[in-house]
């Protein structure tokens, strides 16, 4: 049972990084503003050009409110991760962190479910690139990519049930087309992907051919060895806020205050709702961590480049799901190209679209190369510990990347686009990332009290022991006053009283709750520290926010990772050789 749980010192780590700790190792030449910047620009990409869409859809303008709960959240586990990184300054991110704090299994879990956050996360920027691209060569250019070459099947085929049953019920083709309200553009076009198929018996062909072929040139530059220059980054940032900060200042003209009226339209569920949605715009701050080995001062400047990237977000993406759904109906948004489509319904701003839709081009592709380049080098790692096959840590001898990881993690994310819907694959991404981070939260509370050191730094120590009692007992008494939201006190009812007609998608607010009463309990007789412990239970709550079927498919894939590493990793691990 030891050996499950052994782990590597951090003077082990550093050895094989062949990082000292004090500037040898890769060339330090990050600095503070370079980390913001890098964070940006990893942040700023799918989220506001694609999952804020439906996030918008569910809570309607209240959204907000889940874009700074998210922020907050992730702003707990983000001091986590700085610590981490100034203890273990290499690359290898969470799954280095794991390897040091709990020991092997973990970290292979946690290896396995980044899995979810750099690749399979890769398909909902490849299906949203693919997207804004078809969007742009339409209006730009009058190309049209037929639309069973721009949707999965899946997609196509739910689409089609969709209309189908609004035509059911009455309502015509044409009013679907017009009817902002109804939210029925997207249907309508995959109900045309579907009838318009071409046919190889009774399958239908459909598949999105530009997030393919996508996923093939950005795979190739990354086998190819290119990199992102500092410059490069700076620039890329300079373009996507330049953007933003446009439609903001345009888009806030034609805002319509009646769209504001009903501010949650489905109460606090319906916000809560999007908690995939809004989490996945956050998931590109963990990348800051795996620059360690490059920044000049890891200690001070990493907790600045994670928290103020978080914090700059954060206010971005609540102006901009405030001016979207204050432009269009919430209802209308659900589609993924929003700020595209909603410029288009005014035809003053046509000029804007366009300059959105290209820039949604380059902000996704770039987006899509930094979590493409992050995949096989997580892989390399573990191949290096013996986890993996030794194929995946081959160099390439000419282009100097993991060339094996890297083709395979290509076939990892195409794959999966031919009939995986993204709405999907974006729970099981942000699943996998949350389960990450409360990983990175217990490992810090693992830590103990933090002993100051000169250099370092720690995560800033506040006694939970008298806080977290006052959190425990606040949230208990908005549940049964019905002050959060009907569902919550339905749900918080049928808690109490073991009735539910649904019990199974009662599931993970129920282990939430468990986990928040341990917790609570942990925090009285052992004095945690308060700000892991809140990162540690706000990510839970997203978990817990998102459906029980997700949890299945993570719980899944969880133990397709688990047959791996017992079949194989275990005994071939190089920790063998010295346990």
């Known amino acids: 049972m030891s050996k499950l749980f052994r782990k590597k010192t951090i003077d082990q780590i550093l050895k094989e990084g062949a990082v000292d700790?004090?500037?040898s190792g890769l060339a330090r030449t990050l600095g503070a503003r370079d980390l913001i910047a890098f964070g940006i620009a990893a942040i700023i990409g799918?989220?506001?050009?694609?999952?804020?869409?439906?996030?918008?859809a569910k809570g309607g303008p209240g959204v907000i409110f889940l874009f700074i709960f998210t922020g907050i959240a992730c702003s707990f586990a983000a001091f986590a991760y700085a610590e981490f990184a100034s203890r273990v300054p290499v690359s290898g991110s969470a799954y280095t962190y794991s390897y040091v704090a709990f020991g092997e299994l973990f970290a292979w879990i946690i290896g396995w479910a980044l899995i979810m956050e750099y690749a399979i996360g890769n398909i909902v920027v490849a299906v949203s690139w693919s997207s804004y691209f078809n969007s742009m060569l339409d209006g730009s250019f009058g190309w049209h990519v037929p639309y069973w070459l721009s949707y999965d099947y899946f997609t196509a085929q739910n689409g089609f049930n969709a209309v189908n049953a609004m035509l059911a019920k009455g309502t015509s083709l044409q009013e679907m087309a017009t009817n902002d309200v109804l939210g029925m553009k997207?249907?309508?076009?995959?109900?045309t992907a579907w009838n318009t198929a071409p046919m190889i018996g009774s399958i239908r062909l459909i598949f999105n051919l530009?997030?393919?072929?996508?996923?093939?040139?950005?795979t190739w530059l990354?086998?190819?060895?290119m990199k992102e220059s500092k410059l490069a980054t700076n620039i890329m940032v300079g373009i996507k806020l330049v953007v933003v900060l446009m439609v903001i200042v345009v888009g806030v003209n034609y805002i319509?205050?009646?769209?504001?009226?009903?501010?949650?339209?489905?109460?606090m569920s319906g916000v809560l709702a999007g908690v995939s949605g809004v989490f996945f715009a956050y998931i590109g701050f963990d990348a800051i961590s795996t620059t360690a080995e490059e920044c000049k001062d890891p200690q001070r400047d990493l907790p600045k480049g994670i928290l103020y990237s978080i914090l700059i977000c954060t206010i971005l993406y609540i102006l901009i799901a405030l001016v979207l759904t204050g432009m269009m109906h919430y209802k209308a948004l659900d589609t993924p190209d929003p700020l595209s489509t909603v410029f288009k319904e005014y035809p003053s701003l046509f000029w804007l679209q366009r300059i959105v839709e290209i820039s949604a081009v380059v902000a996704l592709a770039s987006v899509l190369l930094v979590f493409q380049m992050g995949q096989p080098r997580i892989w390399l790692a573990m191949s290096r510990d013996g986890l993996l096959p030794k194929k995946f840590s081959n160099i390439h001898p000419r282009f100097k990347t993991p060339g094996f990881a890297t083709i395979v993690t290509g076939f990892v994310v195409a794959v999966p686009t031919l009939f995986l819907p993204s709405s999907t694959v974006e729970n099981l991404c942000s699943i996998g990332t949350l389960f990450a981070f409360i990983l990175v939260c217990a490992g810090v509370l693992k830590f103990g009290k933090p002993v100051k050191e000169p250099g370092k730094f720690r995560t800033p120590y506040v006694n939970a022991r008298y806080v977290m009692p006052v959190i425990f007992v606040f949230v208990v008494v908005l549940l049964t006053t019905n002050a959060i939201s009907e569902e919550s006190h339905v749900w918080f009812n049928d808690f109490i009283t073991f009735t539910s007609d649904n019990w199974m998608d009662r599931i993970p607010m129920v282990l939430f709750f468990l986990v928040f009463v341990i917790s609570t309990v942990l925090a009285v007789t052992k004095s945690y520290s308060l700000i892991p412990l809140l990162g540690m239970i706000s990510c839970f709550y997203m978990m817990a926010q998102i459906a029980f079927s997700h949890w299945i498919g993570f719980i899944i894939w969880l133990i397709a990772g688990l047959l791996i590493y017992f079949l194989y990793s275990r005994n071939n691990s190089r920790l063998n050789d010295i346990v």
């Open 186 to 191: 997207a249907a309508l076009q995959q109900w």
């Open 210 to 218: 530009p997030a393919l072929i996508i996923i093939g040139i950005i």
């Open 46 to 56: 799918a989220g506001i050009f694609s999952t804020i869409g439906g996030a918008c």
């Open 21 to 23: 700790g004090h500037g």
């Open 256 to 267: 319509n205050g009646d769209n504001y009226s009903n501010f949650m339209p489905n109460g």
């Open 222 to 225: 990354v086998y190819r060895g």
